[in-house]
């Protein structure tokens, strides 16, 4: 599979990797990551995301290179590698827009609820990170691993499986976080920056969850909504409102948590999690056109805040009592 796509790449002088918008740590890094590997291997390459570089990932050499989509796709472009994205919506409105019908379009990725869009695949499902098939990858066509591609794997690798305390983290995850170690990944500065840096403003949207947040289902079900306006009432970015529902998740008991957005668009967004192998929110993610993990997935529906909150809750709630 990693070598029928290296023979694709190497018949091609240009080559653009994107992820999804809202991009976390593994969608960075693996873009990055991947893109400095195929600067290395003498490609002329574009790395592309509609809604930029988080702050927290600012720091990684070569993110500068991530830029905002193009008006238009450039001339000289022969591949589309979009990483870390299980579905073609999650690249964006504009990034479809913008691609739709463009002629190679490589698809690697890590979610069992891959929609296997594209025309070449690379998928392994359940997988620890998208970094991760990415450093296999790497691996296997020889490329040497920079000290920045090993930081871009490495915080794509950390921020998937929860620092290394997801269920995904297996003793192979391990051993490649070690090669990267050895590649010149400085663990305390990278965990500094990635968890040790939060802005105030992040600081006053986790106050507001603690707040808020309701605990139900005798202590098994925590969730937060956050109505339109709220973000603008607290002075708070789109930034800020990254990981929230991982506040929730952790209280002692819960075995599924959620947060519900009013992107103010007419979608509401929501991220669940689960902490019981027995209930998979993929599953409950399914149900509502949405996907991702067993124990991380995430939804866009459209409707009123209230509405799509109980019809999720409705479906956590039966899950839970059965």
């Known amino acids: 599979m990693y070598e029928q796509l290296l023979s694709r790449i190497q018949q091609c002088g240009t080559i653009a990797v994107t992820s999804h918008f809202r991009p976390d740590g593994d969608a960075i890094g693996s873009t990055l990551a991947l893109g400095l590997a195929l600067q290395s291997m003498g490609k002329k390459v574009y790395m592309w995301n509609e809604d930029g570089v988080p702050a927290r990932y600012s720091f990684l050499e070569g993110a500068e290179q991530i830029l ?7 001339a000289d472009l022969e591949m589309l590698i979009c990483v870390d994205t299980g579905d073609w919506k999650r690249l964006g409105d504009r990034s479809q827009q913008l691609f ?24 392994e499902p359940e997988t620890a990170a998208c970094a991760f098939v990415l450093f296999n ?5 020889g490329v040497k691993l920079t000290k920045p591609m090993a930081d871009a794997l490495y915080v794509g690798i950390n ?29 305390a500065d990278v965990n500094r920056r990635v968890y040790q840096e939060v ?14 947040m309701v605990v139900e289902c ?10 339109a306006g709220r973000k603008a009432k607290l002075g708070v970015g789109l930034e ?29 967004r929501v991220s669940l999690r689960s902490k019981d192998p027995a209930v998979s929110v993929a599953a409950i993610a399914a149900q509502f056109g949405g996907g991702g993990h067993a124990m991380a997935s995430g939804i866009r529906m459209r409707g009123a805040l209230a509405d799509c909150r109980e019809r999720v809750l409705n479906a956590i709630r039966k899950e839970l009592q059965a």
């Open 240 to 268: 800020d409102t990254k990981d929230l529902v991982d506040v929730v998740r952790v209280l002692q008991g819960v075995r599924v948590a959620v947060i519900f957005e009013d992107l103010e668009d007419g979608r509401i």
């Open 137 to 141: 990858m790497l691996k296997s066509w």
């Open 68 to 74: 905002p989509l193009p008006e238009e796709v450039p």
């Open 159 to 187: 921020t998937d499986t929860g620092s290394f305390q997801y269920g995904s983290t297996t003793p192979e995850v391990m051993h490649a976080a070690a090669e990267l170690l050895a590649a010149g990944v400085d663990v």
């Open 100 to 123: 739709a019908g463009f002629p190679l379009i490589v698809n690697i990725d890590h979610h069992g609820t891959n929609t296997r869009y594209g025309h070449v695949q690379v998928i």
């Open 218 to 227: 005798g202590g098994a079900l925590s969730h937060y909504s956050m109505p």
């Open 199 to 212: 802005p105030y403003t992040a600081l006053l949207m986790q106050r507001e969850v603690l707040n808020h």
